[in-house]
């Protein structure tokens, strides 16, 4: 599904948007006034009455609800807009510029559907609303489509979502695009010194792969690189059954930046892109990684596997360091990386690392604009000497038992050596359905980077 506002050309219906505080102004000069008190609409958050006409429906009427709610339930207009009969509408009322937008991209991320799996459930028709007056539609628009392909990805099993159908969602999207992709596969991984993604892949019997693409032939250079682990059972450190539940999404961080990857394509924005995702499945056979095993990655630093399941981080490391090499103005990673993560601030922020302050201003605002909530943590450096175990250079979990997330990012803070380098510690999964986000796949932080980027690039 490609989503898309109603033609602006098109007949559509009204769909009047009010606050509690100004229920009584509107109230007085509707004519289905004594309908919509009677129903009992107090213009709630999301709350929806259709209006009755003399050929039947003549518009609608949806709350939004206080400030104070608002800001509790993000996309929370999306409730009506769902609940609208098939059709084309568009807005009325007096909206500030950040509600129209907030409700114009509401409006297209309530219409994902994953019906893959259902094929004889027939599509069901939905509302359209027309883009208003005064938003990127073009933006919005490219922001869902992003945000649909992310989805999607991560809500596909992994039988059907191993390295190579992830290679070619990837190839895909260079052709749709006009990118450059180039993959190393299996044991090349070794001979072109990529050598911890072959090592957490090369049990599995869907070889390991580093999918590479470029887009973009003028302006500043933005790398991002996506964890792909289609599926983590933990390898020899295996995780216990509820663990593995929900690792079909261990790859939401390659999911994630292709997602991004499609909104800046799409809108042409003028940078030169590329998108590194270390692809890998993390499971068990006779030639597994093994615990206490020490890996010598790309850059030369050595690595000791104190536990098989901590595998994100070596496979990004390895694409980091091939990043730097080539060099860029901005480094990005996103990573389904961290349990710690979701214990410090739950599944609907995304924290993200920079020691870059500018970077970080950017981000926040480009958060702002896109209703995109993300949340800055700290590159602690005093628990630098965690993650150095002595025997090898590095230690990938090490047993500190505190600032799970923070150590993991100052991991791979050794291998990303960019001054202005920005990683992104995600979930990648709703828990339950919400306004505009049904429950399973979601992408985070794609948005605010891309709001981001004009101020972090220059552009």
């Excluded at 009204?14 to 213009?43: C, I, K, M, N, T």
């Excluded at 009322?93 to 994902?112: C, I, K, P, Q, R």
């Excluded at 099993?157 to 969602?169: K, R, T």
């Excluded at 981000?363 to 965690?386: C, I, N, Q, S, T």
């Amino acid at each position: 599904m490609i989503p898309a506002f109603a033609d602006s050309a098109a007949a559509s219906l009204p769909l009047h948007v009010v606050e509690p505080d100004g229920l009584d102004e509107f109230l007085a000069a509707s004519p289905q006034a004594a309908w919509l008190r009677a129903s009992g609409f107090e213009a709630g958050l999301g709350d929806l009455r259709l209006l009755p006409g003399p050929d039947g429906i003549s518009g609608a009427v949806a709350g939004l609800g206080t400030d104070k709610i608002r800001r509790r339930t993000r996309f929370g207009i999306a409730k009506a807009i769902a609940a609208l009969p098939a059709g084309d509408w568009h807005l009325e009322g007096a909206l500030s510029a950040d509600l129209a937008t907030e409700a114009a991209l509401a409006a297209l991320l309530a219409a994902y559907r994953f019906d893959r799996y259902r094929p004889g459930k027939p599509d069901k028709a939905i509302a359209r609303l027309k883009a208003p007056d005064g938003v990127n539609a073009a933006q919005l628009a490219a922001m869902a489509t992003g945000e649909f392909l992310t989805r999607d990805l991560i809500n596909t099993p992994a039988q059907d979502m191993g390295p190579a159908e992830l290679e070619q969602a990837a190839r895909d999207l260079a052709t749709t695009h006009g990118a450059k992709i180039a993959v190393i596969t299996g044991d090349d991984l070794l001979a072109r010194n990529l050598p911890m993604i072959h090592a957490v892949g090369r049990a599995s019997p869907r070889a390991p792969r580093l999918i590479d693409f470029a887009w973009g032939d003028k302006g500043p250079r933005l790398v991002l690189v996506g964890k792909g682990v289609c599926f983590d059972t933990g390898g020899l450190n295996l995780k216990p059954s509820s663990g593995m539940n929900l690792m079909k999404k261990d790859m939401g961080g390659a999911a994630t930046v292709l997602g991004l990857a499609q909104m800046i394509m799409a809108l042409r924005l003028p940078l030169r892109l590329r998108v590194l995702i270390p692809a890998v499945e993390n499971v068990i056979s006779g030639n597994a990684l093994k615990p206490k095993d020490i890996l010598t990655s790309r850059k030369g630093l050595t690595v000791e596997v104190n536990d098989t399941d901590a595998e994100g981080r070596l496979v990004l490391a390895d694409a980091l360091t091939l990043a730097c090499e080539d060099g860029c103005e901005a480094l990005v990673s996103m990573a389904t990386l961290t349990g710690a993560a979701r214990v410090a601030v739950g599944p609907d922020l995304a924290p993200y690392y920079t020691d870059d302050e500018a970077m970080a201003q950017a981000l926040e605002a480009g958060a702002k604009a896109g209703f995109d909530p993300v949340w800055r943590m700290p590159f602690h450096d005093a628990y630098d000497p965690v993650i150095e175990p002595g025997i090898a250079d590095l230690d990938n979990a090490p047993g500190f038992g505190f600032a799970g997330s923070i150590t993991a990012a100052l991991f791979l803070r050794r291998f990303a050596d960019h001054p202005r380098y920005l990683h992104f510690d995600i979930y990648g999964h709703a828990p339950s359905d919400a306004p505009a986000r049904p429950k399973g796949g979601a992408g985070q932080g794609a948005r605010a980077i891309l709001g981001a980027l004009p101020a972090i690039l220059g552009l």
